[in-house]
């Protein structure tokens, strides 16, 4: 399956959205109040959308397809 970059591009802000969000949670849990952990502004945590992709890329397969519109 070959992948194309609107898939990577689809797949690095879904998970870098879901790691923020669970950062997110166990960081302000653990200490009791609001802590933003990305580095970016906005809810991205670039190190989880970087190694999701990273696996895609080694294992050449994807969960997330992003399909266009006539395509």
């Known amino acids: 399956m070959i992948l194309d970059i609107t898939d990577i591009l689809f797949s690095f ?4 959205m879901l790691g ?3 950062e997110l949670l166990y960081r302000s849990i653990r200490d009791q109040r609001f802590v933003n952990p990305g580095l970016l502004k906005g809810p991205y945590l670039i190190l989880s959308g970087c190694m999701k992709d990273r ?6 397969t994807t969960i997330l ?3 266009m519109p006539g395509r």
């Open 13 to 16: 802000t879904v998970f870098s």
């Open 20 to 22: 923020w969000v669970l």
């Open 55 to 60: 696996d895609y890329m080694v294992s050449g």
């Open 65 to 67: 397809r992003f399909k």
